[in-house]
T-cell receptor, first 119, second 114 residues
Framework: AQKVTQAQTEISVVEKEDVTLDCVYE???????LFWYKQPPSGELVFLIR??????QNEISGRYSWNFQKSTSSFNFTITASQVVDSAVYFC????????????????FGKGTKLSVIP | DVKVTQSSRYLVKRTGEKVFLECVQD?????MFWYRQDPGLGLRLIYF???????EKGDIPEGYSVSREKKERFSLILESASTNQTSMYLC?????????????FGPGTRLTVT
């Protein structure tokens, strides 16, 4: 069975600090996909990034960066120089490969990390 | 841009009422999903549908049913609402893109059952 663990329930940082959100996953599949979503107070989940299991390169997008380490089954998310607009709940999610049958339609979500950025 | 809309942002119903939550997507996606979100529990899948008139139970289907008569519309039905169904309900749709089914979410419906 698949599982995603976000051990940090809530994090508070002061504006301009860097913050890392942890994500650890479990899967028996050799091919899978990992996602991060942001849920601002308005409620809608916003897609941030998708990574497949064959691509272990780290990715940077502006102030956001992602560190994928297959050896530790982790896909951590770092926000550099945090801003108040980064305050949200962040979800890490896992999906099976498209050829895995009905399970490939589904996302397994972590329980989310609530980030509060204090001005 | 993919657009997933939900019929209401906020809804208040009484215990025992029949409740319909509607979700519509405009991108011809074959898959649609209903989740509920509760503090400390994350998102839990209630039902999903991979085609018109097809449905599959998710992790917590008890107390819910669904209907998908048209490809763009997926309805969640609470036959007899109870207070423990007070929650945030999120709808999503997906299609195969670059080898993966990426989900797009609606804005959510915050349901309160009194």
């Amino acid at each position: 069975a698949q599982k995603v663990t976000q051990a940090q329930t809530e994090i508070s940082v002061v504006e301009k600090e860097d913050v890392t959100l942890d994500c650890v996953y479990e899967t028996r599949d050799t091919t899978y996909y990992l996602f991060w979503y942001k849920q601002p107070p308005s409620g809608e989940l916003v897609f941030l990034i998708r990574r497949n299991s064959f691509d272990e390169q780290n990715e940077i997008s502006g102030r956001y960066s992602w560190n994928f380490q297959k050896s530790t089954s982790s896909f951590n998310f770092t926000i550099t120089a945090s801003q108040v607009v980064d305050s949200a709940v962040y979800f890490c999610a896992l999906s099976e490969d498209q050829y895995s049958g009905a399970g490939s339609y589904q996302l397994t979500f972590g329980k989310g990390t609530k980030l509060s950025v204090i001005p | 841009d993919v657009k997933v809309t939900q019929s209401s942002r906020y809804l208040v119903k009484r215990t025992g009422e029949k409740v319909f939550l509607e979700c519509v997507q405009d991108m011809d996606h074959e898959n649609m999903f209903w989740y509920r979100q509760d503090p400390g529990l994350g998102l839990r899948l209630i039902y999903f549908s991979y085609d018109v008139k097809m449905k599959e139970k998710g992790d917590i289907p008890e107390g819910y049913s669904v209907s998908r008569e048209k490809k763009e519309r997926f309805s969640l039905i609470l036959e007899s609402a109870s207070t423990n169904q007070t929650s945030m309900y999120l709808c999503a749709s997906s299609t195969l893109q670059e080898g993966v089914y990426e989900q797009y979410f609606g804005p959510g419906t915050r349901l309160t059952v009194t």
